[in-house]
C-alpha cells in the first residue's frame, strides 16, 4: 500500500509468537496498536519461537528476512510486538539499517500523540525519559535514515541527545512537578468526600466503549473513536440521578494487555482516581472473544493500583451488535458485584445502569459498630469528619464505643490507613 501523506510512517511489523494459543487476538490486537499509532502497516512477518534469541530476540535468518524486506519496501520503522532489551534495539537497527521500535515505545508513542494536559504531557515524559534512560548509551549515529516521527514524538524529543544525568535530572523535575499536581488533585477529592458526592470511575480495555458510555450518562462530548487509546487525560462530570443525588463520573486510560510496569508507575496520579473512587463500572466488550482475558487483565492492573476492594458494576456493551441479546441486570459472580448488559450506543439498558448505581450506592451505606482502642483517636476524629458518627461512649478502657454510618468500603480504607485491623475492631450491636 502506498501511503499517501508524507506524514504516514511506513511500518514493517515483526510478530514474534511464543504461545500460539493467542496468536490471532494478539497479532489482531497489535495491528490495531500500530494503526491506532497513525503508521502504515506495509508488512507484517511472523516469527514462531520458543524463546528470544539474546542478542537479536529473532534468529539470524529471520533478521535477514526483516532487512531484505526493510529495504524492499522501503519502511521507515521496523516494530516488534514484544518489550526489547536496549541491546536487542542497537544489534537490531545496526542488523537492519532502520530504526527498531518495541511495543512499549509504540504504546508510549501513542500516549505522547493523545496527551493534552498539562499532568497527562508530564505523565508520559516521564514514562519516555525512563524508557530511554537505558537505552541513551547506544547513541543515534548508526542511522543513517534518522528523521522524526514515532519513536521520536513527543515531550522526550529534545532530550535524544543529552546525557544519563540530565536525563536523571528531568525525571526528578517532572516527579516534583507531578507531586504538585497530584497534592491539587488530594485537596479537591477530600472537598469532594467532605461534600459526599460519590465518585464513579469507568475502567475497562480500551476500545471497550467507556468514553461512549460516559458522552451518555453526562451529556458530554469526550472523544470516542475505533481506535486504541483514544482517551488518555482524564475527564470529571457531575451528573444528577433521579434520586436528586449527585454523583461524580470519571472517564480515564484504558487497559491494555502486558501494560508495562513503567507506564502504570507514571499514571499512578491519573490512577489514583480508580482506586479512591467508591464504585467502579467496569465496561466490557460484549462482541470480543477473548472476553474473559480482557476482564481478567484489567483486574490485575486494577490490582496493581490497589483498588480491588472497590466495589464494580460490570458493563457488558454493545448487546445491540447480538439481536439475542437484551438488556438486563444480574448478580455477578463476586459479589457485592452487579452485572448490566447494555448498549452505550443505542441506549438501551441505560435506565438499568443508572437504577444499578443508586441500589449500590444504597447499599453500600449501613450502620457498623466499632469497639476503638484509645490509639484510634485519628480514626475516630475522621469518622466525624464525614460526618459518619450516629453515637459514641468511652469504654472502660479509655476507647470508643461507636455507633457509624458509612459505606463499608471508606470504614476499609479508613481502618487501612490508620493501620488498625478492622476484624478486630468490629462488635456486635447487642455489645453497644
Ligand atoms: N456497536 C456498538 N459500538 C459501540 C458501543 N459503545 C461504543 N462503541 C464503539 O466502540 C468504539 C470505542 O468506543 P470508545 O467509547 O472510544 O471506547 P473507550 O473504551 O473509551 O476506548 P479508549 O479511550 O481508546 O480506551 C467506538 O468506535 C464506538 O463507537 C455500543 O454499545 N455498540
Ligand atoms: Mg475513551
Known amino acids: 500500500m502506498e501511503s499517501k501523506s508524507a506524514d504516514i510512517q511506513r511500518a514493517l511489523i515483526v510478530y514474534v509468537d511464543f504461545y500460539k494459543s493467542t ?63 536496549p541491546a536487542q534495539e542497537r544489534n537490531l537497527e545496526n542488523h537492519i539499517k532502520v530504526r527498531v521500535i518495541d511495543r512499549i515505545g509504540l504504546i508510549l508513542d501513542i500516549f505522547a500523540q493523545r496527551a493534552r ?26 542511522l543513517e535514515r534518522q528523521k522524526g516521527g514515532i519513536g521520536l514524538r513527543g515531550p522526550g524529543e529534545t532530550q535524544l541527545e543529552t546525557d544519563r544525568r540530565l536525563v536523571g535530572f528531568r ?61 488518555l487525560d482524564p475527564t470529571l462530570r457531575r451528573v444528577e440521578m433521579d434520586s436528586g443525588r449527585n454523583i461524580i463520573l470519571t472517564d480515564t486510560v484504558g487497559f491494555i494487555r502486558d501494560l508495562p510496569h513503567d507506564l502504570v508507575e507514571s499514571f499512578q496520579a491519573t490512577l489514583e482516581e480508580v482506586r479512591e473512587a467508591d464504585i467502579l463500572i467496569h465496561v466490557i466488550d460484549v462482541d470480543h472473544e477473548q472476553r474473559q482475558q480482557r476482564i481478567d487483565e484489567v483486574n490485575k492492573v486494577i490490582e496493581l493500583i490497589g483498588a480491588e476492594n472497590v466495589p464494580q458494576i460490570e458493563v457488558y456493551n454493545k448487546i445491540d451488535k447480538y439481536s439475542e441479546q437484551t438488556a438486563r441486570i444480574e448478580m455477578a459472580d463476586n459479589y457485592p458485584h452487579i452485572r448490566i ?50 453515637q459514641d461512649d468511652e469504654n472502660e478502657k479509655g476507647g470508643w464505643i461507636m455507633e457509624v454510618e ?27
Open 23 to 85: 496468536a490471532d487476538d494478539a497479532f489482531s490486537e497489535f495491528v490495531q496498536l500500530v494503526v491506532s499509532a497513525g503508521l502504515d502497516v506495509i508488512c507484517s512477518i511472523k516469527a514462531p519461537r520458543q524463546f528470544p534469541d539474546a542478542q537479536l530476540f529473532v534468529g539470524k535468518g529471520k533478521a535477514d528476512e526483516i532487512t531484505q524486506q526493510a529495504e524492499e519496501l522501503n519502511a521507515d520503522v521496523v516494530i516488534f510486538n514484544h518489550p526489547l532489551t
Open 117 to 142: 494536559s498539562y499532568e497527562g504531557k508530564l505523565q508520559v515524559e516521564l514514562a519516555q525519559l525512563q524508557h530511554l534512560s537505558t537505552r541513551l548509551i547506544r547513541g543515534w549515529t548508526h
Open 171 to 231: 525525571i526528578k523535575l517532572i516527579n516534583q512537578r507531578l507531586d504538585k499536581v497530584r497534592k491539587q488533585r488530594n485537596l479537591s477529592r477530600q472537598q469532594r468526600k467532605k461534600n459526599d458526592v460519590p465518585v464513579i470511575s469507568l475502567v475497562g480495555y480500551t476500545n471497550a466503549g467507556k468514553s461512549t458510555l460516559f458522552n451518555r450518562l453526562t451529556g458530554a462530548n469526550v472523544r470516542t473513536a475505533n481506535q486504541l487509546f483514544a482517551t
Open 341 to 390: 448488559w447494555l448498549s452505550s450506543q443505542t441506549g438501551e439498558g441505560l435506565d438499568l445502569l443508572r437504577e444499578g448505581i443508586e441500589q449500590q450506592l444504597r447499599q453500600d451505606r449501613k450502620p457498623h459498630f466499632l469497639n476503638l482502642p484509645v490509639t484510634a483517636g485519628q480514626l475516630r476524629a475522621k469518622l466525624f469528619d464525614l460526618g459518619a458518627v450516629r
Open 406 to 432: 458509612l459505606e463499608q468500603f471508606r470504614l476499609n480504607k479508613l481502618c487501612e490507613e490508620a493501620s488498625l485491623d478492622i476484624t478486630q475492631l468490629q462488635t456486635l450491636p447487642a455489645h453497644y
